[in-house]
């Protein structure tokens, strides 16, 4: 996507907020550090690094998943670095403090309402995929998920009591013109800076919320990108059109629920949950600059946590899209996803995507391999 960016000069001081949280967030963070101090060796670009705690970790710390301090600071910086949260531990604690409420959060104060989920099948895990390699060989799309509005946000919500003993739980599925056409924008720029064709998917043949989706949509489309090829498609023909032939796709736009559901879908076409990173943008500032947030698409994986087990490619790859989005710095980001690719091509394999013959590594060892084969692809 064009100009999601302004920044650019080398000399550019640039402010990055590392939030690992919980779980495996702290192992994988670590990783994304080694390879921001390489670029600062290398190439000398200077990031000034923050750190905060979100979550779990800021819930045994503070009492709550995120601090007003925390909160301060990533409106501050020019990107935010997010590793994950939640966990076991924290199941009991008030749903309103609980640590998924610090990402809802984040995203909404920093108005992050469009959420970029590309899910890319490398080619040397095409056999990771539980689908039949031709189904997912190549396979290259993105999701285009909504991300401060929907029933996540809307109102009235709650759980209250009813007279005759039993309860009633609600959530408003709400959305207006202004949001919709905000990340249609987003994703029909995606488009046209790809194959041009963009998928919208809702509930139109249910949901008011979905029939407003379409028109809207469709009247962006007509406004102000005809060059894009705009199909429609119901979410739930959407998630079996995503394993029967994930490839008729380029650029998916939905709502917030969907696109929470889709992009796990299309995750695991491609192997692996951690293999998939996201970027969420909020609107653009005079300058252009726009508020972002990086995070992996996987959650905190608390099973395999402190093991030294978790693939840091979800996470590399975030930091990948913020070079891109944030800091337009795509030789960098060309670099880091050519390490990550070569790597993978040489057999290397953290458990999750372990397939016969290859090599299976810990975290830190999968860490070392990156940063030899940046090293060698900057030589
Ligand atoms: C995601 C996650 C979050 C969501 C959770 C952790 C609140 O599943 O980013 O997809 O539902 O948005
Ligand atoms: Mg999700």
């Not at 000069?9 to 590392?18: Q, Y």
């Not at 910086?77 to 604690?93: C, E, S, T, Y």
């Not at 739980?169 to 995606?190: C, H, K, L, P, S």
């Amino acid at each position: 996507m064009a100009k999601t960016t302004g920044k650019e000069a080398m000399t550019t001081e640039r402010t990055v907020l590392i939030l690992p949280g919980d779980g495996i967030g702290p192992e994988v963070c670590r990783q994304v550090r080694r390879v921001i101090d390489w670029l600062g060796r290398t190439q000398g670009l200077v990031f000034k690094l923050e750190d905060g705690l979100v979550g779990g970790a800021s819930i045994d710390q503070h009492g709550v998943p995120l601090t007003e301090e925390t909160m301060q600071r990533a409106l501050a910086v020019d990107a935010v670095l997010l590793g994950a949260v939640g966990g076991p531990k924290w199941d009991d604690v008030d749903f309103d403090i609980r640590p998924e409420a610090a990402l809802l959060r984040l995203r909404s104060e920093l108005g992050l309402f469009a959420n970029i989920r590309p899910a890319k099948v490398f080619p040397a895990l095409a056999d990771a995929s539980t689908l039949k390699p031709d189904v997912v060989a190549g396979l290259d799309i993105v999701i285009v998920r909504e991300l401060t509005g929907g029933i996540y946000f809307g109102e009235p919500r709650g759980i209250s009591e009813l007279p005759d003993g039993g309860r009633r739980g609600v959530n408003t599925q709400v959305y207006t013109t202004d949001e919709i056409r905000r990340v249609a924008a987003i994703a029909f720029e995606t488009a046209a800076a790809r194959s041009g064709r963009l998928c919208s998917v809702e509930k139109a043949n249910v949901m008011e919320s979905g029939r407003l989706w379409r028109e809207e949509v469709t009247r962006l489309q007509a406004e102000s990108y005809p060059s894009v090829e705009l199909t429609h498609m119901y979410a739930d023909n959407c998630a079996m059109q995503l394993v029967r032939n994930p490839k008729q796709f380029d650029v998916i736009v939905t709502d917030n629920l969907f696109g929470d559901m889709l992009s796990d879908e299309a995750a695991m076409l491609t192997g692996s949950l951690g293999m998939l990173p996201s970027a969420s943008l909020g609107e653009a500032d005079r300058a252009g600059h726009r508020r972002a947030m990086y995070e992996p698409v996987h959650g905190s994986a608390p099973d395999i946590a402190g093991r030294d087990i978790a693939n840091p490619i979800a996470m590399l790859l975030s930091l990948a899209m913020m070079l891109r989005h944030s800091f337009a710095l795509h030789d960098q980001a060309d670099l880091l996803e050519g390490a990550i690719d070569n790597v993978l091509s040489g057999g290397m394999r953290t458990q999750d995507i372990m397939g016969p013959g290859m090599a299976r590594v810990s975290t830190g060892v999968m860490g070392d391999s990156i940063m030899r084969a940046l090293d060698k692809l900057n030589a």
